[in-house]
């Protein structure tokens, strides 16, 4: 399909970007002539059954960011639609994200990371004082210029106070900067967000986040461990107070936390030394002086990195290929790999079936490698041919490792990351798989318990 040379009264420059559900472009407002970036939505890729949440989760976002005139936050101008698009147009930010920074092993001081974080908490006092808490800071979102100025980006998920879009129970975000309450479905405030800010402080000042491993083991570890002092990682020499006041911001308990960004930024300024926070002019900073480390690129076997891009083509077509290459140059960890390239596929359901083909693609690579053969395991069943119905109903049904692994997989559309850890407490506390089925779906409500217990072959449990 050829790009569009005009979205509304806006003339295409370029594309900034592409993803599984649409385009963002560069482009141009000719009455009175500045460049800005459309994010856009083809209507024709939405899921019939999901449409209504997903377009109304990016009108979301325009009346989330439309509502926050600040400095440090990207400007949206106006939403709209057409016949093929919903779109939003936003301020154009000529920067770099902090992401690419982190990812290029950039070397930053204390002073300069005291005045990202700085910044990035004058916008969330902003926000969460006009009644919107993000629910997504991570350094993908956090746009830095040339200047020195900090631009946070992405209001998708945001959730406004007088809003009913987001309901207690659902599970949004990214897992490794998730805070407990919002692993575990619980109704979130502003400190949701201050926790997700000390976990990109942590890996600025370390290298490392804070919480790693698997997404399953990220959200165990969000909810129930506590991380390395940063002064064990870093290679940066900085007060003993900045560990303390890194512990407190990753409490569990959000009462025990900073109780708003403003006071988080003053504690962590006088941790470092300096004074309380005052405007925004304060605390830019000289990016020209950041210094970079080399780093090797992670090495994958070519089977596998085939096998991720044509389960990823299946559902956002050819751009596969260049996803798969960056993904690849950011982890060496499968898992990790399967987390970032999930995050391109547009829904829940789309994300489970692909994680479900590169668990058998993966072990297909393995089998190559390892006999020659390819051998297709013999214990990745589809769930409807698991067992029959007489099978289902007798007591005491032993308890497959494959049911498991494919209950955990259709489990995670409803809970998202933290359905691996429900469900392997609810396998070493079950008896029988019948015991088991209890457990795991007595975390869901009556209408998602309906049809989660209707995918997984027990409609009458």
């Not at 030394?273 to 950041?290: F, I």
């Amino acid at each position: 399909m050829a790009e569009r040379d005009k979205i509304g009264k806006y003339d295409i420059v370029g594309v900034l970007g592409k993803g599984a559900m649409g385009v963002v472009y560069k482009a141009f407002d000719p009455a009175i002539e500045r460049v800005v970036a459309i994010k856009t939505v083809r209507k024709e890729v939405v899921d019939p059954d999901l449409a209504e949440q997903l377009m109304s989760r990016f009108k979301n976002e325009a009346k989330a960011a439309g509502r926050l005139l600040h400095p440090n936050i990207v400007g949206v101008y106006e939403y709209g639609e057409d016949d093929v698009n919903a779109f939003i147009v936003m301020e154009f930010v000529e920067g770099t994200g902090l992401r690419e920074y982190l990812n290029r092993k950039a070397s930053f001081d204390l002073p300069q990371i005291v005045a990202i974080i700085s910044q990035l908490l004058l916008a969330l006092e902003f926000a969460h004082e006009r009644g919107v808490v993000h629910r997504d800071i991570k350094p993908a979102n956090i746009i830095l210029t040339a200047q020195g100025k900090l631009k946070v980006a992405d209001f998708g998920i945001a959730r406004i106070d007088t809003s009913n879009l987001t309901t207690i129970g659902s599970v949004m975000g990214t897992p490794s900067y998730m805070s407990p309450e919002q692993c575990q479905g619980h109704p979130l405030d502003g400190r949701s967000d201050l926790f997700s800010t000390a976990v990109v402080l942590y890996e600025m000042l370390t290298g490392e986040k804070p919480f790693g491993g698997s997404v399953e083991s990220i959200a165990y570890k969000i909810c129930h461990e506590q991380p390395r002092p940063p002064s064990e990682l870093s290679r940066l020499r900085f007060p003993a107070a900045i560990d303390e006041f890194v512990l407190q911001a990753l409490n569990k308990d959000p009462v025990a936390r900073f109780q708003s960004a403003r006071a988080m930024a003053n504690a962590l300024r006088g941790a470092a030394g300096d004074e309380p926070m005052g405007s925004s002019d304060e605390t830019e900073l000289n990016l020209s002086a950041v210094n970079y480390a080399l780093q090797s690129t992670p090495v994958w076997e070519d089977a596998v990195l085939a096998a991720a891009e044509r389960q990823l083509a299946r559902f956002i077509g050819p751009v596969a290929r260049v996803v798969v290459k960056k993904a690849a140059a950011q982890t060496s960890d499968l898992a990790q790999l399967v987390a970032l390239l999930s995050d391109h596929i547009p829904t829940q359901i789309e994300r489970s079936k692909f994680a479900d083909g590169m668990q058998v693609a993966s072990s297909t690579a393995t089998n190559l490698r390892v006999q020659g053969t390819v051998e297709t395991p013999t214990r990745e069943r589809s769930l409807s041919q698991s067992r029959t119905t007489a099978t289902r109903t007798m007591l005491g049904t032993p308890l497959e490792p494959a049911f498991v692994d494919q209950t955990t997989l259709k489990l995670a559309v409803y809970l998202g990351p933290i359905a691996r850890v429900v469900v392997r407490k609810a396998s070493q506390n079950a008896h029988n798989e019948q015991e088991f089925v209890a457990r795991v779906a007595s975390h869901l409500g009556t209408s998602e318990r309906s049809d989660f217990l209707r995918e997984i072959g027990y409609p009458d449990a």
